[in-house]
């Protein structure tokens, strides 16, 4: 169900439906502090993200022993990876 349009809007232009005046002046007060919030709100995932990849990047798994295998385990593995290919 659409919802017929208003018969007067005064902060968009009836024809062309681009923002008046009018709705720059009711906008510019509050510029300044969206944009501060814009990034006050956009620094926590982007944080988050950088410390999840400083944290990823710095792990060494050097330490960890890799088990031997035989070789007849290694041709079936390779047989398996073939036929999957």
Do not use: C
């Amino acid at each position: 169900m659409a919802i017929p349009p208003k018969a007067h809007d005064r902060y968009r232009d009836p024809k062309t439906h681009q923002i008046t005046p009018a709705l720059y002046r009711v906008r510019q007060p509050f510029f300044w502090r969206n944009v501060i919030g814009l990034f006050v709100v956009g620094s926590i995932p982007l944080g988050a993200y950088w410390y999840t990849f400083y944290k990823m990047t710095e792990d060494d798994f050097g330490d960890i022993p890799i088990p031997p295998i035989s070789d007849e385990d290694l041709q079936k593995l390779q047989k398996e990876y073939n036929e999957k290919k």
